[in-house]
């Protein structure tokens, strides 16, 4: 077998390792930090098929990119989308130096219930599950009309399947700030890991988010009254900051764009589901790869594409809230990047 290939790196020298991908900008929910309630999803032709994405997926494998994760919108709601996670999953080990280390997904956990044994079948081992409350009541209020018993039910058949659940939750300011202390107590029983993330300024969504920010830093001090959290230097290749919950032997994560720039350590960049190249979450600028994909390029052409989009990656995101407009500082939604 030969070497893996060198990962690329950006201006300021760190590998890109990692490739979020979104798969389809389409939901079967509508959480409020998300998306707006009458959301305009984009038109067949501007999404790329699911060979195309197998292909700029292989580029970036051969650029040095050993994990990838599918994002949406829902990335399990996109017809025919285990075909795609087939594929991709018979690249993990692959020899030849053109191997993936890990194949992974973040999802609403809605189709799980009859995905997850096709999700593990294909070689994934852990899968991040958003779920921001367990109220059923406010489950249904964050995400406008979901019920949380599918979401439930797909978790436990993730589990089932042997694959590995992190739960993801936004914290929101009046919302579910009250809920840490049970998602911790509930995340122990259940095994899994918990990941609390500050909401970000991206698209608009008739919500004001100046009222749904909770800085983590006040969260993490109100959770050490019940909660001993002990340091780790626990990584899973994304901005986290993680820490072990003594009572219960699990890890607690924390995402910190507002309060702590995370961008030192920055590994990855976002590919949308129509092709474009996002180096930062936080930032504007992008590279067309739908563009250089559909005018014929051959792979030397497409590998240079996306080596010229990774010399401008830029240092770090500028998350800040408008407020003097009243509108975010990215104008996308995270729908569209894929988280």
Known sequence: M???????????????????????????????????????????????????????SAAFIALGTRKIRLTGGEPLVRRDVMRLIERLGARLGAG????????????????????????????????NVSLDTLDPAKFTMMTRWGKIGPTLDGIAAAKA??????????????????????????CGQQGFDLCLIETMPMGE??????????????????LRRRWTLDETDYRTGGPARYFVVRETGRRIGFITPMTHNFCESCNRVRLTC???????LGQDDQADLRAVLRAGADDAALEAAIREAISRKPKGHDFIIDRRHDRPSVGRHMSMTGG
Not at 96 to 109: F, H, I, K
Not at 163 to 177: D, F, P, T
Not at 211 to 220: F, N, W
């Open 2 to 56: 030969s070497a893996m290939p060198a990962p690329m790196r950006d201006p300021f020298g760190r590998a890109i390792t990692y490739l979020r991908v979104s798969v389809t900008d389409r939901c079967d929910l509508r959480c409020v930090y998300c998306m707006a309630e009458e959301m305009h999803f984009l038109p067949k032709k501007d999404v790329l098929s699911l060979e195309e994405i197998e292909r700029l």
């Open 96 to 127: 030849e130096g053109r191997g993936l280390d890990e194949l992974t997904l973040t999802t609403n956990g809605t189709q799980l219930g009859r995905l997850a044994p096709g999700l593990a079948a294909a070689g994934m081992r852990r899968i």
């Open 161 to 186: 399947a042997g694959l590995a659940v992190k739960i993801n939750a936004v914290a929101m300011k009046g919302v579910n700030e009250d809920e840490f202390d049970d998602m911790i107590a509930w």
């Open 205 to 222: 969504i008739s919500e004001d988010r100046t009222e749904q920010y909770l800085p983590l830093s006040l969260v993490r001090s109100r």
């Open 274 to 280: 129509t092709g474009t190249l996002y180096m930062c």
